[in-house]
């Protein structure tokens, strides 16, 4: 008689199953599942309690992922392009969570630009991936302010003006973790997830994920075949957690380490560019090099473990602010009775 | 009711036969921006300090510097605080406005001006009385760049001489608005103050009937804007999430309440916060914070003015739906559009009851008196987390922005009331929960907080249609169910939002139904109606919405009921028209003013003797 498997679990001795959500109601062939599949996964293997994490998005396809994935944490499914204000009061109720956004390129790079910015600005501390089809999945097909100029729209029309690109607006504006990623690229976008996942900070992840029914044909510049020809690597990535052993095999070529907040290290293994993820002066001129030659260019953009965040800012109390007892929020009668006098 | 004419037989010269002691209204005429505050503000509590009922209004206009600004002071031995529409003595500083103030007062009001306006040769049914103010700052203040600052000291001086405040109580005031560390400039305003005193004592005579007389109705009492009450309110109430974005009226409600959270809620053995105030970068950021916080448990706020309720609009039908707790001040303004910014109205009245798309209800509470903005605060944020909604309080730029006299606010004694929220041993204990399932028959279901540590902890919050386990749904059932235990929720509410204040005056005919700082104007009103015009009138004030079953006995026992709005389209009035039966709706009537001023007592009991028929 054999036993039966014992099941694998991760260092908090939970299943990938404690990580899945609900099945998926997305297309099938939509980049935006492979990035659940990828959130599932890293959530699971970095060994992220799930009932820490609170998911938030705005309106869109990729805003409905959410409920496809991570079941045993709370989420907010809010208003379009609007889920950065949500998502900060939360935090600021409760610091303790893990904060993880997930929003559309029209929810973000049109209605949801100020907010988005704002959140920049502000280094919000929280994971922030952005599933950029170049297209708004859920009401059609209509272009959204990161398509391309000149590519063009299933019906052959050509999008006129030129993209956000949102990774520079985040490297310029403040966040500290800038990544893009492609939703068919697994590995790539495991190892930059898991990063996020250690990093303190605001890390905006822009994953271009092809959206099959609306921007997957020729001449559209956000098609599985068209980023997999554009697709311009910047380097090659490891994760190494802070619960693993650090000395793992390091193979040919150049490595650097970069320590993550938690200990984690981020193990960047050159290609054939010198690229300095911490020098953000560099990663915005790489940026705008990579638009001039019509490359996609992938990988840890930008990395700043120093700089404080929003919430420390504010010299908060450790505890969350939510569940403060009355005796911490109510001042006393003497407090009121002293403001009263020097109103007499 | 102003005319030129001078009636021969009262001439004004010389003291006058009668006196009115304790009952006069000071309009100060300045523009913005010439340091007029403090002169007002110290006026203002010198005749407080001497037991005298006093109320003070700002009319200014929506700018830095330049437009004319008027400030008046009502006195009252009667304890009447409202606007008084009729000026008895106008302080004339300012003159581009000079004449047309003039020419508006009623006959016999006296006039302190600057002499070179040479304002005595527009009438001579009035007292005046010429300053040389500029000679006299001169002689008081050798540094010629602070001189427009202490000017405006110089009429307190004028005045107190005039009207008999003592200037003890001016120099004890001036202490009071500066503080211990302003000395110097306190030193250079007392100066001027007596140089105006002086000034009078020598060269004017008295003429005018106007004087003050040490009473003892404002001991205890102290005196506040409703804005800060707010924020005391909010405070207390333990607020612990604030996001804000600026408009006027309603900045000084979050900017008083971040000094006070500095100064009463760093928790003493950390030094850390027990707060975070966040400004947003608009309103559509400040509701979604303030209500992502309510979502994960904190008693989050935002304070606003009509052009931010209406970008808010979208967010709070979130709220409203996905029922997420939030407190909402909406300090009103005059719409529509940008408006008069700077004055106040009850013009959001319809706008916040039933805000956002699709079929929306909203709890609002109507504070009338700083006491109120206080208590009331309370109430608010625990209706918000007991009936997990948004939740608005409703002031307006008179009540938040002008100073009153109130009652020193009483501590809180009920606990805080955080509502339905099940902890990880709770649903331990259940085996979990269905978050929109109305268990207790109040149409409310428990709640989990992000964090929670339990596997059956979670749901998926969101504004698109779902069951009762929080489940996406678009089945025709899910939704009307849903929406039917919201309204059941909202009615359920009627008991548990502020019960109206009811004046039943015997053989009353007729009633009032107001709300908020029309308050003042009707109860003036009543009196006046009574003794001027053998009137006695009932009066019901709203103090929140949805309204109390009490409001159809009130409009039962009355012949014809005023409804009172300071809007144009009667917004007060059409509420009560959408859940009221026909005969009860015909007996209302409609008392309307939408000027952008304080109402005033006047106004409401002409109106009212007018449909009156009599
Ligand atoms: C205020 C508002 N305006 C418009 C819409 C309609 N709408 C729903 S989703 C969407 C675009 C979503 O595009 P994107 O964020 O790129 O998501 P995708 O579906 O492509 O993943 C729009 C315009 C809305 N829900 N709310
Ligand atoms: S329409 Fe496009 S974005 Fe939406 S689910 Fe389908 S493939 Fe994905
Ligand atoms: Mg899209």
Redesign the pocket.
Known sequence: MSAAPTPKVNRLGLEVLNYKGSKTT??A????NSISERIVECFYEMGVDPMMVAKFSGIG??SKSPAYFLGLSHGFNGVHGRMPAIATGALLANRNLIGLGVTGDGDTASIGIGQFMHLVRRNMPMIYVIED?GVY??TKGQFSATADMGSTAKSGAANALPPFDCCALALRWGATLVARSFSGDKKQLQTVLKTAIAHKGLAVIDVISP?????DHAGSTKSYSYIKDHEEPLHELDFVPFFEDISVEIGEGEIRDVRMHDGSSLRIRKIDREYDPTDRGKAMSALEQAERDGEVLTGVLYVNTSQPTFIEQLEMMDEPLATLPESKVRPSRAALEDAMEELR | MSTLEVSPAEPLSGNSRHSITNDFSIQVATANGSGSQTANTVLMRSIFQMGIPVSGKNMFPSNISGLPTWFTIRASKKGYIGRRKEIDILVAMNPETAREDVMKLGSGAAVVYDEPLKLNELRGDLHFYPVPFDKLVAAVCPEAKLRKLVKNMLYDGVLAKLLSIEMDEVRQALVKQFGQKKAKAAELNWNAAQAGYEFAEKNLLKTDPYRVERMNATAGKIIIDGNSACALGAMFAGVTVVAWYPITPSSTLVESLAVYLKRFRMDPETGKATYAVVQAEDELASIGMALGAGWAGARSMTATSGPGISLMSEFIGLGYYAEAPAVIYNVERVGPATGLPTRTQQGDLLTTAILSHGDTQHPMYFPCSPEECFTMSSEAFDLAERFQTPVFVMTDLDLGMNNWMADPFPYPEKPIDRGKVLTAEDIERLGGFARYRDVDGDGVGYRTLPGTRHPSAAYFTRGSGHNDKAQYSEREDDYINNLDRLSHKFDVMRSHVAAPEIHLREKAEIGFIAIGTSDYAVRESCDQLETEHGIPASYFRVRAYPFNDQLKDFIRRHSRVYVVDQNRDAQLLSLMRLELDAELIAKLRSVRYYGGLPLDARTVTDEVVKQEGK
Request: charged share 0%.
């Open positions: 997305l297309c062939g939509c980049g935006h396809c990729s089809n999945g859920l959206c099959v029914t609306f921007n």
